[in-house]
């Protein structure tokens, strides 16, 4: 018997070894079996109540796509969109510059103050978005905010910030980059890490600067890192929404109201329309898809052009 068990066992263990593709299924199955209860499964139900009338106190009516007819027809959501992207494109450049500058520096400390940095720069990062919002909303005060006291020592009037119109969605960027440009700076560091030395040294030789080096080894060799960063950026930055809801709560003047604050309207601002929230949804998830296949096809993501200096 405890031969045969033994016999049972070495065969188990060479099946497995001779199969890593199901192995590898194993390894993944309770990440896999959460994606599809909590976001697979909602996603698909998200898409059919996209084609309801439901109010979650009455019977929910099937009314086809009116729910996107009516969406694309109300101006609300279009002036949502368009402040969205404006937030995008304040937010993504900037934040992006700010993080590989920031991860070249890093990368020219020894190690034992590259450590310390990186300890540092991770802690916003780590803060809830509540009480970052929490605590610039006090900081950017028109009347008592501590940056406001710093531009007056310069000479500088006050500034409404979060309160003007003009400076609310620059103001909610730059909360957020402060929040996450450090974490982004580690990740490219990360991908400076393992670009080889030996290439930075043999364009020395051949005459190349630091500019040249930069532009011909550090950022094609760090494009699957930046293809990662700003895939992740651009969708997190579409889904804005906790920041606002503490700061602006969607103001001044409708000026802050991303799609995120204009789906939160449809289902508790305003009256309970969960087609219609569904729908933007829908809207903005299909948005993000098509974003995500343009940048990895143009970054080429999957790609690495390490191979082409080896």
Known sequence: ??????????????????????????????????????????????????????????????????????????????????????????????????????????????????????????????????????LWLWML?????????????????????????????????????????????????AGLKVIPKSLYEAAAIDGANEITKFFRITLPLLRPVLAFVLVTSVIGSFQIYDTIAITTDGGPAGSTRVIIYYIFEQIFARRINMGMATAASVVLFAILVTVTIIQNTLLRSGQSDLADYS
């Open 1 to 134: 018997m405890v031969a045969k068990s033994k016999s049972s066992r070495s065969s188990l263990l060479s099946f497995l070894t001779n199969n890593e593709m199901l192995v590898a299924y194993l390894f993944i199955l309770p990440s896999l079996i959460g994606f599809v209860i909590f976001y697979a499964i909602p996603a698909v139900r998200a898409i059919e109540i996209s084609f309801l009338e439901w109010n979650l106190l009455s019977e929910a009516k099937f009314v086809g796509i009116e729910n996107y007819q009516k969406l694309f027809a109300d101006d609300r959501f279009w002036s949502a969109m368009q402040t969205t992207i404006y937030y995008v494109l304040w937010n993504i450049p900037l934040e992006t510059l700010l993080a590989i500058l920031m991860a070249v520096v890093l990368d020219r400390f020894s190690s034992g103050v590259s450590n310390l940095l990186r300890s540092i720069m991770i802690v916003p990062w780590l803060l809830p978005n509540v009480i970052v919002a929490l």
């Open 141 to 189: 005060d028109p009347s008592l905010g501590i940056v406001n006291q710093i531009l007056a020592i310069f000479g500088i009037s006050k500034q409404p910030f979060l309160g003007s119109p003009d400076q609310a969605i620059p103001s909610i960027a730059m909360i957020n980059i402060w929040r996450h440009v450090g974490y982004k700076a580690i990740l490219i560091y």
